[in-house]
Nanobody, 120 residues
Framework: QVQLVESGGGLVQAGGSLRLSCAAS????????MGWFRQASGKERERVAA????????YYADAVKGRFTISRENAEKTVYLQMSSLKPEDTAVYYC?????????????WGQGTQVIVSS
């Protein structure tokens, strides 16, 4: 099993920045990649970014390209999502996820989520 714990969410004004962290524990070595999803109220969960533990960024959603940066620190088993130039439409619960293989269709592990609110 792998446990994922997110932190770093909060309230920020439009144009501001936040950095989310996802600390992984347990059988982290069994996972291939980590990612961030988000779910806004009344909307479906969407994938935001993904990165392999070897450091290859495999995905950014079009809506966040150029504003969000995903990174990882293997020694700390932590993945980060640096969010800049935040917009009200970025308001959502952000979830960390992990996959054992290459497919993000159904992630194997999920965190509990952290709320991000961007005020206009």
């Amino acid at each position: 099993q792998v446990q994922l714990v997110e932190s770093g969410g909060g309230l920020v004004q439009a144009g501001g920045s936040l950095r989310l962290s996802c600390a992984a524990s347990g059988r982290v070595y069994s996972t291939n990649a980590m990612g961030w999803f988000r779910q806004a109220s009344g909307k479906e969960r969407e994938r935001v970014a993904a990165i392999t533990w070897s450091g290859i960024v495999t995905y950014y959603a079009d809506a966040v390209k150029g504003r969000f940066t995903i990174s990882r620190e293997n020694a700390e088993k932590t993945v980060y999502l640096q969010m800049s130039s935040l917009k009200p439409e970025d308001t959502a619960v952000y979830y960390c996820a992990a996959v054992i293989g290459d497919s993000w269709t159904r992630p194997d592990y999920w965190g509990q989520g952290t709320q991000v609110i961007v005020s206009s």
